[in-house]
């Protein structure tokens, strides 16, 4: 009796012990991770506005540069914001600014940000927006990035015409948001692990496809934040379908 009491106190204090440092090695990677970010900050909003200068004064091909360094710095901000939501969500310290919002509206509004890049594409988006009620209590902005993200991903997981068939629908006492593609889908063998963060899909034939794996994950902590979830269907060469489902209280 003393050997077993004795072997379980001692691997209770391994249990703790190994927690313990589990969560120091946790925080220090979030630390990281912030420290680094906001770093990354100044540096970008130099750029900007020596990009801005140039376009300003300068005239031939430096328009042309400038144009390109704007974008790129927009991106890489981008990718900071990203990655410091998915800090403070990892980190359960994230707080959502909920307001009574529009649905309908903030997908509109994102087909809206998207709508020279769907024309470049020659892309088609069909809205669906059959729900009754599209008013639900949220944070308007984290549901814009959450939908424009699986929009991104339709459009850049294609190697055909991107069709995208955006649904709404009430659905017992929740609201849902349907999105279809036509895209390359994903194998079987993936879908368990698209939502973890910094996982890409292996993108076979398609390798100018640019991202940081944080997009999905940023997407699944969003929704989880509002009570609700986000599941997906796909198959390979078939396309995808995520549904996202937020209940109304």
Do not use: C, W
């Not at 009574?100 to 997908?107: C, F, G, P, Q, R």
């Amino acid at each position: 009796s003393l050997l077993f009491t004795g072997l379980i106190i001692y691997l209770f204090y391994k249990t703790v012990n190994m927690l313990i440092q589990q969560k120091k090695i946790t925080e220090l990677k979030n630390d990281l991770l912030n420290n680094i970010t906001h770093e990354f900050k100044t540096p970008i909003s130099t750029i900007s506005l020596a990009a801005d200068v140039i376009d300003v004064n300068g005239g031939g091909n430096s328009k042309k540069y400038s144009k390109i360094i704007k974008s790129e710095s927009k991106r890489l901000t981008n990718m900071v914001e990203d990655i410091l939501s998915a800090a403070s969500l990892e980190n359960s310290i994230y707080e959502l600014n909920r307001e009574n919002s529009n649905i309908h509206s903030i997908i509109n509004g994102v087909i809206e940000k998207y709508q020279l890049s769907l024309k470049l594409k020659n892309a088609n988006v069909d809205l669906r927006l059959n729900a009754e009620n599209p008013y639900l209590n949220i944070d308007k902005q984290q549901i814009f990035n959450s939908i424009s993200n699986i929009i991104d991903n339709a459009m850049k997981y294609n190697s055909s015409e991107p069709k995208i068939i955006i649904q709404t629908m009430d659905s017992n006492n929740a609201f849902e948001i349907i999105i279809s593609d036509n895209g390359i889908g994903i194998d079987s063998k993936n879908l368990e692990r698209i939502f973890d963060t910094f996982y890409r899909v292996p993108t076979g034939n398609i390798h100018n496809v640019k991202g940081n794996g944080i997009g999905l994950s940023y997407v699944k902590k969003i929704i989880e934040a509002h009570n609700g979830k986000v599941s997906v269907e796909s198959e390979l060469n078939e396309g995808s379908k995520f549904v996202i489902n937020i209940p109304r209280y």
